[in-house]
């Protein structure tokens, strides 16, 4: 295996190979990597995330997979990487993490099948998709700012090439804390299938990322926690949560929300309404559960 990360090397992004504890630059130049400044190791022109995926999430919602996987898309100015902050905005209080494996495209993939999908993948990363449940009563459907909201997708440390995902563990640790532990074989779908399923109808290219799920767990963090999500063979990603600075502008669009759905979804899962239609919040739909609301 062969790990490539993007750092700033003397204020330049570069692309760097890790070398033991020190990043390596084509040019020969080197840092510790306890020093480097991390980007997220690639740049994609979309970032596609699949909704439920590992078993333990399944039955935490208490609901169950459909037939065929459902997706929904974050916008690249989400992307983070390694170390960086990840921002609540002000006026919002229920972010969650979601410790993910990434997927990354590393040639044009179009219509191929999944024994075929390895040969496009370039290699994987550790990612957190992080949701933003405050929006869930007007963008439950797109998740636009639920999930695509600014800092909202940290990818990294780095991209392993040639890696195994059969049987690997997944962890996401707060503050020290394991609150988060699965393992890839809980996958319905893997990763094969998901880029196979994804290039169908949508031109895969050099450098997307496709996120594949998060076990259960996903809970609210708060200003000044310290989110790790480690993965087996691809290492361990850190970032800090911090408060925004900026409220939410009051004078367009829908404001942040906490009805039943916001608070319950964000706290596990398990709330009252689910499976039974019934107006969830003010604006909100009626509803009743289906695993395309869930991610």
Request: charged share 25%; hydrophobic share 35%.
């Amino acid at each position: 295996m062969t790990e490539y990360r993007r750092i700033l090397l003397d204020g330049y992004p570069c692309l760097t190979i890790r070398d033991g504890d020190l990043l390596r630059a084509d040019d020969g130049r080197t840092v510790a990597i306890d020093e480097a400044v991390h980007l997220a190791p690639i740049e994609p022109s979309k970032i596609i995330c699949i909704h439920l995926n590992y078993r333990s999430r399944v039955d935490e919602f208490m609901t169950k997979l459909p037939p065929a996987p459902t997706y929904f898309h974050k916008p690249v100015t989400a992307l983070t990487g390694h170390k960086s902050n990840v921002v609540r905005p002000a006026g919002c209080e229920w972010l969650n993490y979601e410790g993910e494996i990434a997927i990354v495209i590393g040639k044009t993939c179009r219509n191929v099948s999944p024994d075929e999908a390895g040969d496009y993948i370039a290699g994987y990363s550790v990612a957190n998709d992080y949701g933003l449940h405050d929006f869930r009563d007007t963008d439950a459907g797109s998740m636009l700012r639920v999930k695509g909201s600014d800092t909202l997708c940290p990818v990294g440390p780095g991209l392993v090439t040639d890696w195994d995902f059969h049987n690997k563990s997944i962890k996401t640790i707060v503050n020290g804390e394991v609150k988060q532990d699965g393992n890839t074989n809980e996958m319905q779908w893997d990763m094969h299938y998901i880029v196979a399923d994804i290039a169908r109808t949508i031109t895969l290219v050099p450098g997307d990322i496709l996120l594949s799920g998060t076990p259960a767990n996903s809970r609210t963090v708060y200003p000044g926690d310290v989110v790790t999500v480690e993965v087996e063979g691809l290492g361990a990603m850190t970032n800090t949560i911090v408060a925004g600075p900026t409220p939410i502008r009051d004078d367009v669009g829908a404001q942040p929300s906490n009805s039943e759905e916001v608070h319950s979804t964000a706290q596990g899962g398990d709330w009252e309404f689910r499976g039974i239609r019934a107006p969830l919040g003010p604006g909100a739909k009626h509803y009743e559960s289906t695993v395309d609301e869930e991610e």
